[in-house]
Protein backbone atom coordinates (compact mmCIF):
# COMPACT_ATOMS: atom_id res chain seq x y z
CA UNK A 1 0.00 0.00 0.00
CA UNK A 2 1.36 3.03 -0.84
CA UNK A 3 -1.07 5.16 1.78
CA UNK A 4 -2.17 8.40 1.13
CA UNK A 5 0.10 10.39 -1.48
CA UNK A 6 -0.21 13.64 -2.98
CA UNK A 7 1.71 15.86 -5.44
CA UNK A 8 3.38 17.97 -6.32
CA UNK A 9 5.69 18.53 -3.28
CA UNK A 10 6.12 21.95 -4.03
CA UNK A 11 5.08 24.18 -5.99
CA UNK A 12 5.19 28.53 -6.59
CA UNK A 13 2.41 30.45 -7.78
CA UNK A 14 1.62 33.96 -8.76
CA UNK A 15 -1.23 35.73 -7.85
CA UNK A 16 -4.47 34.87 -9.37
CA UNK A 17 -3.28 32.03 -10.67
CA UNK A 18 -5.32 28.56 -10.17
CA UNK A 19 -3.56 25.39 -9.88
CA UNK A 20 -4.96 21.64 -7.96
CA UNK A 21 -3.24 20.15 -5.28
CA UNK A 22 -3.54 16.20 -6.35
CA UNK A 23 -4.45 13.63 -3.18
CA UNK A 24 -5.06 10.03 -3.24
CA UNK A 25 -5.42 6.93 -1.22
CA UNK A 26 -5.18 3.04 -1.77
CA UNK A 27 -6.79 2.13 1.52
CA UNK A 28 -10.39 2.20 0.64
CA UNK A 29 -10.85 4.90 3.02
CA UNK A 30 -14.45 6.76 2.86
CA UNK A 31 -13.12 9.37 4.73
CA UNK A 32 -10.64 12.32 3.52
CA UNK A 33 -9.99 15.67 4.30
CA UNK A 34 -7.62 18.96 3.30
CA UNK A 35 -5.82 20.60 6.19
CA UNK A 36 -3.63 23.90 6.08
CA UNK A 37 -0.63 24.01 8.45
CA UNK A 38 1.17 27.20 9.23
CA UNK A 39 4.17 28.56 10.83
CA UNK A 40 3.25 28.02 15.05
CA UNK A 41 -0.57 27.07 14.55
CA UNK A 42 -2.16 23.68 14.40
CA UNK A 43 -3.67 22.01 11.88
CA UNK A 44 -6.74 24.04 10.41
CA UNK A 45 -9.64 21.95 8.13
CA UNK A 46 -10.15 23.08 4.78
CA UNK A 47 -12.69 20.77 3.39
CA UNK A 48 -13.42 17.12 4.12
CA UNK A 49 -15.18 14.31 2.35
CA UNK A 50 -17.01 11.33 3.53
CA UNK A 51 -17.66 9.03 0.55
CA UNK A 52 -17.90 9.53 -3.36
CA UNK A 53 -20.12 12.57 -4.24
CA UNK A 54 -20.13 13.87 -0.64
CA UNK A 55 -17.79 16.80 0.47
CA UNK A 56 -18.23 19.57 3.38
CA UNK A 57 -16.32 22.86 5.05
CA UNK A 58 -13.96 22.88 7.63
CA UNK A 59 -12.58 25.76 9.44
CA UNK A 60 -10.96 27.72 6.56
CA UNK A 61 -13.09 26.85 3.43
CA UNK A 62 -12.51 30.60 1.50
CA UNK A 63 -10.48 30.36 -1.93
CA UNK A 64 -10.66 26.19 -1.81
CA UNK A 65 -12.76 24.20 -3.85
CA UNK A 66 -12.85 20.45 -3.46
CA UNK A 67 -14.51 17.30 -5.10
CA UNK A 68 -14.54 13.72 -4.69
CA UNK A 69 -15.86 11.72 -7.69
CA UNK A 70 -13.74 8.67 -7.03
CA UNK A 71 -13.18 6.95 -3.09
CA UNK A 72 -9.44 7.18 -4.03
CA UNK A 73 -8.99 10.80 -5.26
CA UNK A 74 -9.69 14.18 -3.46
CA UNK A 75 -8.07 17.20 -5.17
CA UNK A 76 -8.03 20.46 -4.11
CA UNK A 77 -8.00 23.48 -6.16
CA UNK A 78 -7.12 27.03 -5.82
CA UNK A 79 -9.43 29.42 -7.74
CA UNK A 80 -7.54 32.73 -7.55
CA UNK A 81 -3.85 32.11 -5.48
CA UNK A 82 -3.39 34.47 -3.21
CA UNK A 83 -0.29 34.85 -0.71
CA UNK A 84 -2.38 34.16 2.45
CA UNK A 85 -2.62 31.01 0.81
CA UNK A 86 0.80 30.34 1.35
CA UNK A 87 1.42 27.02 3.75
CA UNK A 88 1.72 23.60 3.87
CA UNK A 89 -1.19 21.29 2.64
CA UNK A 90 -1.84 17.74 3.85
CA UNK A 91 -4.24 15.33 3.23
CA UNK A 92 -5.59 12.71 5.04
CA UNK A 93 -7.77 9.76 4.98
CA UNK A 94 -9.83 7.50 7.56
CA UNK A 95 -11.67 4.46 7.36
CA UNK A 96 -14.46 5.94 8.17
CA UNK A 97 -14.59 9.79 10.03
CA UNK A 98 -15.81 8.37 12.81
CA UNK A 99 -13.82 10.40 15.95
CA UNK A 100 -12.20 7.31 17.27
CA UNK A 101 -10.26 6.40 13.87
CA UNK A 102 -6.95 7.03 13.00
CA UNK A 103 -5.84 9.83 10.31
CA UNK A 104 -3.50 9.16 7.71
CA UNK A 105 -1.44 12.24 6.93
CA UNK A 106 0.09 12.60 2.82
CA UNK A 107 3.79 14.13 2.82
CA UNK A 108 2.42 17.25 2.23
CA UNK A 109 2.40 19.87 -0.46
CA UNK A 110 5.04 23.09 0.37
CA UNK A 111 3.31 26.03 -1.74
CA UNK A 112 4.45 29.32 -2.19
CA UNK A 113 2.43 32.23 -3.43
CA UNK A 114 4.13 35.47 -4.99
CA UNK B 1 -13.83 28.29 23.25
CA UNK B 2 -12.50 24.72 21.68
CA UNK B 3 -8.47 25.48 22.06
CA UNK B 4 -5.62 23.23 22.44
CA UNK B 5 -2.27 24.63 24.16
CA UNK B 6 1.27 23.08 24.00
CA UNK B 7 3.99 23.83 25.72
CA UNK B 8 7.08 24.20 25.70
CA UNK B 9 7.33 25.65 21.87
CA UNK B 10 10.50 24.02 21.73
CA UNK B 11 13.30 21.18 23.67
CA UNK B 12 16.25 20.34 23.40
CA UNK B 13 17.71 17.10 25.42
CA UNK B 14 20.22 14.96 25.11
CA UNK B 15 20.75 11.12 24.09
CA UNK B 16 19.41 9.19 26.56
CA UNK B 17 17.60 11.60 28.74
CA UNK B 18 14.22 11.49 29.08
CA UNK B 19 11.38 14.32 28.51
CA UNK B 20 8.02 15.63 29.10
CA UNK B 21 5.77 17.40 26.52
CA UNK B 22 2.71 19.11 27.95
CA UNK B 23 -1.12 19.86 26.42
CA UNK B 24 -3.71 22.08 27.76
CA UNK B 25 -6.98 22.17 26.17
CA UNK B 26 -9.97 24.26 27.30
CA UNK B 27 -13.28 22.48 26.98
CA UNK B 28 -14.23 18.85 28.80
CA UNK B 29 -14.99 16.43 28.47
CA UNK B 30 -13.75 15.74 25.29
CA UNK B 31 -14.21 12.60 22.66
CA UNK B 32 -10.26 11.96 22.52
CA UNK B 33 -7.00 13.22 23.05
CA UNK B 34 -4.37 12.01 20.50
CA UNK B 35 -0.76 12.51 19.90
CA UNK B 36 0.92 12.81 16.50
CA UNK B 37 4.48 12.52 15.79
CA UNK B 38 6.06 14.94 12.76
CA UNK B 39 9.20 14.49 11.12
CA UNK B 40 10.49 17.40 9.37
CA UNK B 41 9.03 17.85 5.74
CA UNK B 42 6.86 14.85 6.84
CA UNK B 43 2.92 13.71 7.41
CA UNK B 44 1.78 13.60 11.41
CA UNK B 45 1.58 10.10 12.53
CA UNK B 46 -0.36 8.89 14.77
CA UNK B 47 1.44 8.10 18.40
CA UNK B 48 -1.38 7.31 20.76
CA UNK B 49 -5.45 8.05 21.20
CA UNK B 50 -6.92 8.34 24.63
CA UNK B 51 -10.96 8.53 25.54
CA UNK B 52 -11.74 10.87 28.25
CA UNK B 53 -12.23 7.82 30.45
CA UNK B 54 -8.51 6.69 30.07
CA UNK B 55 -5.56 8.14 32.62
CA UNK B 56 -2.59 6.74 30.74
CA UNK B 57 -1.44 4.84 26.90
CA UNK B 58 1.92 3.56 25.92
CA UNK B 59 3.33 2.76 22.48
CA UNK B 60 6.66 1.76 22.50
CA UNK B 61 8.73 4.50 24.35
CA UNK B 62 6.29 7.13 24.47
CA UNK B 63 3.67 6.94 26.80
CA UNK B 64 0.97 9.80 27.35
CA UNK B 65 -1.01 10.37 30.57
CA UNK B 66 -4.12 12.67 30.91
CA UNK B 67 -5.53 14.85 33.98
CA UNK B 68 -8.83 15.88 34.05
CA UNK B 69 -8.89 17.77 37.16
CA UNK B 70 -6.25 20.31 35.52
CA UNK B 71 -7.53 19.76 31.71
CA UNK B 72 -4.03 18.45 30.67
CA UNK B 73 -2.24 15.96 28.87
CA UNK B 74 1.52 14.79 28.96
CA UNK B 75 3.56 12.89 26.60
CA UNK B 76 6.50 11.33 28.29
CA UNK B 77 9.46 10.30 25.87
CA UNK B 78 11.79 7.72 28.00
CA UNK B 79 15.48 7.09 27.10
CA UNK B 80 15.47 9.62 24.15
CA UNK B 81 17.00 8.59 20.26
CA UNK B 82 18.32 10.64 17.52
CA UNK B 83 15.11 9.51 15.88
CA UNK B 84 12.80 11.17 17.99
CA UNK B 85 13.86 14.86 17.07
CA UNK B 86 10.21 15.91 15.60
CA UNK B 87 7.28 18.03 16.34
CA UNK B 88 4.91 16.81 18.39
CA UNK B 89 1.16 17.70 17.94
CA UNK B 90 -1.68 16.74 20.69
CA UNK B 91 -4.66 16.74 19.18
CA UNK B 92 -8.34 17.19 20.72
CA UNK B 93 -11.87 16.02 19.72
CA UNK B 94 -14.35 17.65 21.11
CA UNK B 95 -17.81 16.59 21.86
CA UNK B 96 -19.03 20.16 20.43
CA UNK B 97 -16.84 20.02 17.11
CA UNK B 98 -18.95 16.85 15.85
CA UNK B 99 -15.45 14.82 14.62
CA UNK B 100 -13.84 17.76 13.98
CA UNK B 101 -10.15 17.49 15.09
CA UNK B 102 -8.80 20.54 16.84
CA UNK B 103 -4.83 20.41 16.84
CA UNK B 104 -2.23 22.11 19.19
CA UNK B 105 0.63 24.20 17.71
CA UNK B 106 3.08 21.12 18.20
CA UNK B 107 6.35 21.27 20.36
CA UNK B 108 9.41 21.07 18.51
CA UNK B 109 11.71 18.35 20.13
CA UNK B 110 15.44 18.36 19.16
CA UNK B 111 17.88 15.83 20.95
CA UNK B 112 21.32 15.71 20.32
CA UNK B 113 24.32 13.01 20.61
Known amino acids: NAGVTQTPKFQVLKTGQSMTLQCAQDMNHEYMSWYRQDPGMGLRLIHYSVGAGITDQGEVPNGYNVSRSTTEDFPLRLLSAAPSQTSVYFC?????????????FGPGTRLTVL | KNQVEQSPQSLIILEGKNCTLQCNYTVSPFSNLRWYKQDTGRGPVSLTI?????NTKSNGRYTATLDADTKQSSLHITASQLSDSASYIC????????????FGGGTRLMVKP
Open chain 2, 91 to 102: VVTFYNAGNMLT
Open chain 2, 50 to 54: MTFSE
Open chain 1, 92 to 104: ASSPTGRSTDTQY
